[in-house]
């Protein structure tokens, strides 16, 4: 119980403390005109109550990482806890905050203008097929899962594929109408239930008749059940909940709609938080309800997913009333995120197309490709999936994360706020890859991944940094507008 108290007071803190300096570092002006104002269309760009946008950009990023990957993530033992707090403070929010507010003074572009702008013209490239692939992966892993709760939950008739085509649905009409109209008023909905979930298993946690085992006073070795180690694997298993690179393919949609750079940390950073507090109260409620880390491995079948054990938590604290009202929380959360996905995925092929959206039309004709994919992805198995989508999740933070070095050095800002994470990540992202198995990865030696892998981040991190000397010394010539 001290660990996870703890962690909830650390992690508020650092909103308020770590978070304004970001905040200085980068330097908001509540006087700049934002893209919602500049470039409005009522299609993409259209100025929303700053509540709203909050709770858009929460759910986008929340999805099911804070809630299926902090139980997946916490079977590694008590580190889970240590990086969903610092991870959130030292990197996820700044990587966040960072990334939107570069949207912001570019207009609202998407992620892959951005990246492409500082590191390049071929890392731009890399960087729009990477995004898509992402975001399709995102919208398929995001459909299965709250199809398989909704199956659980309705008449035998409802199975699992008439919920799929149902939920596929609702994301295409959420990619092709304006974001005002479906989004603007369905989130805040889903964002009420979402909270109510949080908020009632974190009342049980703390005034429940519950024990927390989380066993810090052993040591911080791994506790997983299959003797996977906590580094690279747990930071790749909870990513959503700590940071995650498919956050800063979600920011510009919501920077579009921002009215006032004001708003911006309380937005970007702020929900960042709120998705580390919703990880913490999930991983302690998973360890909590199972008795701790071995029997909560025992608990999930291999190549299996979280839902079953959601489910039975959710029901069994918050009574029949509340476990539904919490799961349906449990399932806007996936579908929010799937939803916002492909349609981050139709303006970033707009964006690198030059494709004028404001005609129903043409938002179809761009769409339909995405759709398609994300069709066929859907059939992959789900353990495959989720370990393709969270490795192309942590690589993708890392190439924000060097972004962002970039443009606070180009612009005499501290730029060390992003050096230092985009170095672990690094490290992490090329270990991972190296040591996974085969075929998600080369099924390399732990020891010689992370030695590579820690060579890796030395690496590029001397490029980069003769990168930005080169730019701010004259040597090398380019054009940057922002």
Same mark, same amino acid.
């Given at each position: 119980?001290?660990?996870?108290?703890?962690?909830?007071?650390?992690?508020?803190?650092?909103?308020?403390?770590?978070?304004?300096?970001?905040?200085?570092?980068?330097?908001? !002006?509540?006087?700049?005109?934002?893209?919602?104002?500049?470039?409005?269309?009522?299609?993409?760009?259209?100025?929303?109550?700053?509540w709203?946008?909050? @709770?858009?950009?929460?759910?986008?990023?929340?999805?099911?990482?804070?809630?299926?990957?902090?139980?997946?993530?916490?079977?590694?033992?008590?580190?889970?806890?240590? #990086?969903?707090?610092?991870?959130?403070?030292?990197?996820?929010?700044?990587?966040?905050?960072?990334?939107?507010?570069?949207?912001?003074?570019?207009?609202?572009?998407?992620?892959?203008?951005?990246?492409?702008?500082?590191?390049?013209?071929?890392?731009?490239?890399?960087?729009?097929?990477?995004?898509?692939?992402?975001?399709?992966?995102?919208?398929?892993?995001?459909?299965?899962?709250?199809?398989?709760?909704? &199956?659980?939950?309705?008449?035998?008739?409802? !199975?699992?594929?008439?919920?799929?085509?149902?939920?596929?649905?609702?994301?295409?009409?959420?990619?092709?109408?304006?974001?005002?109209?479906?989004?603007?008023?369905?989130?805040?909905?889903?964002?009420?239930?979402?909270?109510?979930?949080?908020?009632?298993?974190?009342?049980i946690?703390?005034?429940?008749?519950?024990?927390i085992? !989380?066993?810090?006073?052993?040591?911080?070795?791994?506790?997983?059940?299959?003797?996977?180690?906590?580094?690279?694997?747990?930071?790749?298993?909870?990513?959503?909940?700590a940071?995650?690179?498919?956050?800063?393919?979600?920011?510009?949609?919501?920077?579009?709609?921002?009215?006032?750079?004001?708003? &911006?940390?309380?937005?970007?950073?702020?929900?960042?938080?709120?998705?580390?507090?919703?990880?913490?109260?999930?991983?302690?409620?998973?360890?909590?309800?199972?008795?701790?880390?071995?029997?909560?491995?025992d608990?999930?079948?291999?190549?299996?997913?979280?839902?079953? @054990?959601?489910?039975?938590?959710?029901?069994?604290?918050?009574g029949?009333?509340?476990?539904?009202?919490?799961?349906?929380?449990?399932i806007?959360?996936?579908?929010?995120?799937? !939803?916002?996905? @492909?349609?981050?995925?139709?303006?970033?092929?707009?964006?690198?197309?030059?494709?004028?959206?404001?005609?129903?039309?043409?938002?179809?004709?761009?769409? @339909?490709?995405?759709?398609?994919? &994300?069709?066929?992805?859907?059939?992959?198995?789900?353990?495959?999936?989720?370990?393709?989508?969270? #490795?192309?999740?942590q690589?993708?933070?890392?190439?924000?994360?060097?972004?962002?070095?970039?443009?606070?050095?180009?612009?005499?800002?501290?730029?060390?706020?992003?050096?230092?994470?985009?170095?672990?990540?690094?490290?992490?992202?090329?270990?991972?890859?190296?040591?996974?198995?085969?075929?998600?990865?080369?099924?390399l030696?732990?020891?010689?991944?992370?030695?590579i892998?820690?060579?890796?981040?030395?690496?590029?991190?001397?490029?980069?940094?003769?990168?930005?000397?080169?730019?701010?010394?004259?040597?090398?010539?380019?054009?940057?507008?922002?």
């Amino acid at each position: 119980m001290t660990l996870f108290l703890a962690s909830i007071g650390i992690l508020i803190a650092g909103y308020f403390l770590y978070g304004l300096l970001i905040e200085k570092i980068f330097g908001v !002006d509540p006087k700049n005109l934002t893209p919602a104002y500049s470039r409005r269309d009522d299609i993409d760009y259209t100025p929303m109550s700053t509540w709203k946008v909050f @709770l858009i950009q929460f759910l986008n990023i929340a999805g099911l990482g804070p809630i299926f990957g902090a139980i997946m993530g916490v079977m590694f033992g008590p580190a889970a806890f240590l #990086w969903i707090v610092f991870g959130t403070i030292l990197a996820g929010g700044v990587h966040d905050f960072i990334s939107a507010m570069i949207s912001m003074r570019a207009g609202g572009v998407s992620l892959p203008e951005i990246v492409g702008h500082e590191l390049g013209g071929t890392v731009k490239q890399v960087m729009r097929i990477f995004s898509i692939l992402l975001l399709v992966l995102v919208g398929a892993v995001f459909v299965v899962n709250p199809a398989d709760i909704l &199956a659980g939950m309705t008449p035998d008739y409802m !199975d699992r594929l008439v919920w799929i085509i149902i939920i596929f649905a609702y994301y295409i009409l959420a990619t092709l109408l304006p974001i005002d109209k479906l989004i603007g008023n369905l989130y805040p909905v889903f964002g009420l239930t979402l909270l109510f979930m949080a908020a009632g298993l974190l009342v049980i946690l703390i005034f429940g008749d519950v024990t927390i085992p !989380d066993g810090l006073g052993e040591g911080l070795h791994s506790r997983h059940g299959d003797g996977s180690p906590i580094f690279p694997m747990m930071f790749v298993s909870i990513a959503c909940g700590a940071i995650s690179g498919f956050h800063a393919t979600q920011s510009p949609m919501m920077v579009r709609c921002l009215k006032n750079e004001k708003y &911006a940390r309380p937005i970007f950073y702020g929900a960042m938080v709120a998705e580390g507090l919703v990880a913490l109260i999930w991983a302690a409620a998973a360890i909590a309800f199972t008795g701790g880390y071995q029997q909560l491995f025992d608990a999930i079948p291999q190549g299996g997913t979280p839902s079953p @054990l959601v489910k039975e938590i959710s029901i069994t604290w918050l009574g029949s009333v509340g476990g539904v009202l919490a799961l349906i929380g449990v399932i806007a959360a996936p579908i929010t995120t799937g !939803d916002t996905a @492909l349609r981050s995925a139709r303006l970033i092929a707009a964006d690198f197309l030059k494709f004028d959206q404001k005609k129903l039309l043409r938002r179809l004709l761009l769409s @339909l490709p995405i759709f398609i994919l &994300a069709g066929v992805v859907m059939l992959i198995n789900f353990k495959i999936l989720w370990r393709y989508f969270a #490795w192309c999740n942590q690589t993708l933070a890392v190439f924000t994360l060097w972004a962002a070095t970039v443009y606070l050095a180009r612009h005499k800002k501290a730029y060390i706020v992003t050096l230092l994470p985009a170095m672990f990540m690094s490290a992490v992202s090329v270990s991972y890859l190296l040591c996974a198995e085969r075929p998600e990865g080369l099924g390399l030696s732990v020891g010689i991944s992370v030695a590579i892998g820690s060579a890796a981040a030395v690496a590029l991190t001397f490029v980069v940094l003769m990168y930005i000397h080169r730019i701010n010394s004259g040597k090398l010539k380019r054009k940057f507008d922002y």
